[in-house]
């Protein structure tokens, strides 16, 4: 692995860790504080994780802020990254997401690794998971393509948090945070047993999204380029 890539699975590594601890921490926070109220818990597990999203891709973004492997996959199909690039990616965040899980459970005094059993499952919620995909990649590489790179953090964790709410599945639509979600039996975990079925329909999404994407803009492959991290930063930056 090179220096560059090093950097960038590292950043997606850590961005993936902080994102899953914070929708875990939030989720167990919000159950011991408002333990009667479901509604009050998910607006509190939402805001935290718009919140976290906007903070991490502003800070990452410069090396690499996908924390992601659909859009990552969804880069690689435009051809703005390598497939060993990519690979070394959802590696680093399939890792990551399963630390962050980690270390929520242990910030609440939980075990370090409890699986979740709360079933998630019926065509609903899984086209909910369709649907959340698909609109993440649109907001993505359309705020990109607006020419306002700089307001991704913004746009991506707006996005997440109104999707909490308008998508049945609360709008998991990553699957290295699905993965991580299943080792901890909380309010946002996810049982074993629906994780599959999870990724297949986030895998749909990023079809349907890259498609759509290759409709809407005809010059994609330019905007993934321009999504994606620089190699390497300048010497005075670095």
Request: positive net charge; glycine residues 10%.
């Amino acid at each position: 692995m090179n220096r560059v890539l090093a950097r960038r699975a590292l950043a997606e590594f850590v961005g993936t860790a902080f994102l899953v601890a914070a929708v875990i921490g939030s989720g167990i926070a919000a159950v011991r504080l408002s333990p009667h109220d479901v509604g009050l818990q998910l607006l509190e597990n939402s805001i935290i994780t718009g919140g976290a999203l906007v903070a991490l891709i502003l800070a990452l973004q410069p090396v690499s802020a996908a924390f992601n492997p659909i859009v990552t996959l969804v880069e690689r199909a435009l051809g703005a990254i390598t497939s060993r690039e990519a690979a070394g990616l959802i590696v680093a965040q399939i890792a990551g997401g399963f630390v962050g899980a980690v270390l929520a459970n242990l910030m609440f005094n939980l075990s370090a690794v409890n699986l979740s059993s709360h079933h998630r499952d019926g065509g609903g919620v899984l086209l909910g998971e369709v649907v959340a995909t698909l609109g993440l990649l649109v907001v993505i590489f359309g705020t990109v393509r607006a020419g306002r790179s700089d307001r991704v953090a913004f746009a991506v964790g707006g996005y997440i948090l109104a999707a909490y709410w308008f998508t049945s599945s609360t709008s998991f639509a990553n699957p290295a945070v699905t993965i991580a979600r299943m080792f901890s039996n909380t309010f946002a975990g996810i049982a074993p047993a629906s994780v599959a079925l999870f990724v297949l329909m986030q895998l749909v999404g990023g079809l349907l999204g890259y498609a759509l994407i290759r409709g809407l803009y005809p010059n994609s492959p330019a905007i993934a380029a321009d999504a994606v991290a620089p190699p390497p930063l300048q010497p005075d930056r670095a």
